[in-house]
T-cell receptor, first 116, second 109 residues
Framework: GAVVSQHPSRVICKSGTSVKIECRSLDFQATTMFWYRQFPKQSLMLMATSNEGSKATYEQGVEKDKFLINHASLTLSTLTVTSAHPEDSSFYIC????????????FGPGTRLTVT | GQNIDQPTEMTATEGAIVQINCTYQTSGFNGLFWYQQHAGEAPTFLSYNVLDGLEEKGRFSSFLSRSKGYSYLLLKELQMKDSASYLCAGVDSNYQLIWGAGTKLIIKP
């Protein structure tokens, strides 16, 4: 149980375009979802926390107008990188926490974004 | 402030034992997680400690001392596939995970 999927797993886009990444909890209801970014050889960096039906809480330094997060249902959250630039190229990972779980976060497999 | 400290990199030999230490300072404390992350992949859960003591799970064990703000992950009978980064994360009073930078473990034959 507690499976989280992400789509797409890899995406290449041109500078200036927008990219949407989906995060789904497949067998549980995720009240809270987290979006992380990870640059090569660096640790996870939390970008934002989203609770179903409410606005996401962004970490300091993360532009909310650039990284749009929607958590419209208990099983789906989306991250849209708007007007992407090469410096946005990174590994984006979502995680989810359910109603009955401890504070454990279940991670999706990640999305490798390359902006050319 | 909140902080998680763990070594940046460690090297060990196949078949040996290695201990990865983690010290934490969090506002409130609701437990500590260890995750394993292979290069290019998402983290996977290894252990969760909220009470003092050692918890053993196969080749992996995790220890917690709340009075010392200290935890360690013990890996026995090391295999080449154990080469990965090991992330320590404390749970604060708001039930948020505070992540360490990770320890890259290199296993040599």
């Amino acid at each position: 149980g507690a499976v989280v999927s992400q789509h797409p797993s890899r995406v290449i886009c041109k500078s200036g375009t927008s990219v949407k990444i989906e995060c789904r909890s497949l067998d549980f209801q995720a009240t809270t979802m987290f979006w992380y970014r990870q640059f090569p050889k660096q640790s996870l960096m939390l970008m934002a926390t989203s609770n179903e039906g409410s606005k996401a809480t962004y970490e300091q330094g993360v532009e909310k107008d650039k990284f749009l997060i929607n958590h419209a249902s208990l099983t789906l959250s989306t991250l849209t990188v708007t007007s992407a630039h090469p410096e946005d190229s990174s590994f984006y990972i979502c995680s989810a926490r359910g109603l009955l779980s401890s504070y454990e976060q279940y991670f999706g497999p990640g999305t490798r974004l390359t902006v050319t | 402030g909140q902080n998680i400290d763990q070594p940046t990199e460690m090297t060990a030999t196949e078949g040996a034992i290695v201990q990865i230490n983690c010290t934490y300072q969090t506002s409130g404390f609701n437990g500590l997680f260890w995750y394993q992350q292979h290069a290019g992949e998402a983290p996977t859960f290894l252990s969760y400690n909220v009470l003092d003591g050692l918890e053993e799970k196969g080749r992996f064990s995790s220890f917690l001392s709340r009075s010392k703000g200290y935890s360690y992950l013990l890996l026995k009978e090391l295999q080449m596939k154990d080469s990965a980064s090991y992330l320590c994360a404390g749970v604060d009073s708001n039930y948020q995970l505070i992540w360490g930078a990770g320890t890259k473990l290199i296993i040599k034959p």
